[in-house]
């Protein structure tokens, strides 16, 4: 019995397992310790004098780290890979530079491979090759600037074929038709090995995504995969963001288009407007002026319209140059607003002879829409002169036909209410006006119409003279006034006589014939161009005025001098005639008035202060000397 309780108890025939091994390999996991380390536990085992079963187990579980090893690591580069493209397509997502993303694609392609140079192709449909279009750790610049025909090298053959290639030593790869341009690239970059996958987009092939190292190596499967991954990710970059090109481009395309739209919108509304405006004002009798405001007021700048010779029916045409009168005949000949210098002109003719001209200065270009309203505005401004015009001349024959007949037919009844119906008052004081000219006698007629309408009075044409009929009481201003402003009108001089034509109506025919002798005696004197009343010719005038104005000429030749000796009792008028009657000697003077030589100089310096020192000239003396003698005979003959 005391031998069985001291039986010892049975072996255990199972070796125990080396659990500080196993801990020491999951260390060297956890602190994701080198390839190398995992020898470590094997080496100090082996230093202690483990037996063989011991250094088995290690060697077993070494191998088992290892793989796990690998395992993590594969997941850790997968993981990053993810991570890679998932920021890829964060990119995308929020995509605005191409350029920046296909470099974050081809810069990751480079990063994730480990490779010493990324980069990208891309089609040119235009030209049948491939272009280089992002490089990232290139050292070339030929190699940036490459071109690759179609089907040479790896990456024509990719883009040509749509399939991915890979070489480790590109220039022993017999599979790549090989190039001069490109092997001089590849080589000076210093490449030997090329990975090259298509960028697609559906069927077509746009480009290649490339990872290369300058020394050899092979590409595993996952690298190929990834590499089609970041370059699926490229094509869809390079679609959207030519798609935001397209949307873009047609968006700006509309966006001027609506622009462009709108304007010629707003310009049609603008010339209907100003259409409709200029219209109401043909409607409600407006003027020229009218018209005017209505184009400055729309186009704006400055206006100047000018009538048939050029003057400024509006507007100041001082500064224009004759280049706007040559824009003005171009613009009849084609029927259309003509550009000169800053100057729009659009001109309107009728029977080939030019009716009126609108020049426009602006600081801005007018559009041809707006010239559209320049172009209404001379047909509108035409058709009112054209208008006004049609009513002058209307008015004009029955104005004419009535002083036609108060001149030769004074006898003819009711021609007090045929004047008064025109506005005329035969009974105010009237001047009558003869006004002969060489120039054109319709253009004359136009002007005296004219001026008799703005007159209120009568004005008509007989031959080569016109007669006016003028509101009035001074006939020599008023005539000088007409032979100016004919003569301006006519371009050649006009000769003007005037009467004065108050009282009856017969009062016209008699004052017709005083002014008709008025201008003859004016042409006959040598006074072309002038224009004066029967008062106004001295001696001549006692010829040819009707009244045979005595008075009026002694007033004119002696007035001052006779006024002084009735003021003073002086004897200036007896002076005067001993002077002239003893021939202008002032001693035989002197003896018939019984004074001294020097008494005889004083008086006639006398007369020469209120007579002008032109009073001896050889027409004044023969007008004073007339004068004097008509002045004795009215003293005699108190009726005369």
């Known amino acids: ?13 199972t070796a125990p397992r080396n659990t500080d091994g196993a801990y020491a390999y999951l260390d060297l996991l956890a602190r994701e310790a080198s390839a190398v380390e995992f020898e470590g536990p094997i ?18 579980a070494k191998v088992a780290a290892l793989q796990v090893r690998a395992v993590l690591r594969r997941r850790a580069k997968r993981e990053a890979e993810l991570s890679a493209l998932f920021d890829t397509a964060s990119d995308l997502a929020g995509l605005r530079d191409l350029d920046a993303v296909l470099e974050a694609i081809v810069h990751r392609a480079r990063q994730l491979l480990a490779t010493d140079i990324a980069y990208m192709t891309l089609n040119d449909p235009e030209r049948g ?41 590109y220039f022993a790869d017999p599979r790549f038709r090989h190039t001069n341009t490109i092997d001089v690239a590849v080589h000076e970059e ?10 697609r987009l559906g069927t077509q092939v746009i480009g290649v ?67 409709d405006r200029m219209t109401g004002l043909v409607l409600r009798g407006g003027g020229v002026e009218d018209v005017a405001a209505v184009v400055t007021e729309v186009l704006g700048g400055r206006l ?53 001209t609108l020049v426009l200065r602006t600081d801005h270009p007018v559009s041809d829409t707006d010239q559209r309203i320049l172009e209404r505005a001379a047909i509108v401004t035409a058709l009112l002169l054209l208008f006004r015009r049609s009513v002058a001349e209307a008015e004009g024959r029955v104005r004419g036909e009535l002083l036609d007949d108060l001149v030769s037919r004074p006898e003819l009844r009711g021609l007090d209410d045929r004047a008064r119906r025109l506005g005329v008052d035969l009974g105010a004081p009237h001047v009558l006006v003869v006004a002969r000219h060489d120039g054109q006698r319709e253009r004359g007629a136009f002007w005296a119409s004219s001026q008799a309408t703005l007159a209120h009075g009568l004005a008509t044409a007989r031959g080569d003279e016109v007669v006016l009929l003028l509101p009035g009481d001074r006939p020599g201003a008023l005539a000088r006034r007409v032979a100016a402003e004919l003569s301006a009108s006519l371009g050649r001089p006009a000769t003007a006589g005037a009467a004065p034509a108050s009282g009856p109506v017969t009062a016209v025919a008699s004052a017709y014939q005083e002014a008709l002798r008025c201008a003859g005696a004016l042409v006959a004197l040598g006074r072309t161009g002038d224009g004066a009343s029967a008062e106004e010719l001295g001696f001549v005038g006692l010829l040819v005025g009707e009244r ?20 003073r009792g002086t004897a200036l008028v007896k002076t005067l005639s001993s002077y002239f009657g003893t021939g202008g000697s002032l001693s035989r003077t002197a003896e018939a008035l019984h004074i001294h030589v020097n008494t005889v100089t004083q008086r006639l310096d006398r007369v020469g202060q209120l007579l002008g020192e032109d009073w001896q000239e050889p027409e004044r003396a023969l007008e004073i000397q007339l004068a004097l003698r008509l002045h004795r005979l009215r003293t005699h003959m108190p009726d005369a």
Not at 1 to 13: C, D, F
Not at 43 to 60: F, I, M, P, V
């Open 1 to 13: 019995m005391e031998r069985a309780l001291t039986t010892p108890a049975p072996k255990n025939t």
């Open 43 to 60: 080496l100090q085992a082996r230093a202690a004098g483990a037996d063989s079963a011991t250094l088995e187990e290690l060697e077993r």
């Open 129 to 169: 090759d491939t272009y280089m279009r992002v490089t990232d750790g290139s050292i070339s610049a030929s190699f940036r600037r490459l071109r690759l025909p179609m089907g040479a090298g790896l990456g024509g053959l990719v883009a040509q074929s749509g399939t991915p290639y890979n070489t480790a030593d």
């Open 190 to 199: 210093g490449l030997v090995a090329i990975l090259g996958v298509p960028l």
């Open 209 to 275: 995504l490339f990872a290369a190292n300058r020394s050899a190596r092979p590409f595993v499967q996952e690298e190929v995969a990834l590499l089609c991954s970041l370059a699926a990710h490229a094509a869809v970059a390079i679609d959207t963001a030519r798609l935001l090109q397209e949307t873009r481009a047609a968006l700006a395309e509309l966006s001027e288009a609506n622009t462009l739209i709108r304007a010629h919108s707003e310009s049609i509304e603008r010339a209907a407007d100003a259409h």
């Open 304 to 356: 100047t319209v000018l009538d048939d010779e050029g003057r400024p029916l509006v507007g100041e045409s001082g500064d224009l140059d004759t280049g706007v009168f040559d824009a003005a005949q171009s613009s009849r000949a084609l029927g259309r607003t003509v550009k000169r210098g800053d100057a729009y002109v659009a001109s309107v003719d009728v029977g080939a002879a030019p009716l009126c």
């Open 548 to 567: 045979r104005e005595v008075s009026g000429f002694l007033s004119g030749a002696l007035g001052p001098v006779l006024d002084y000796d009735a003021r």
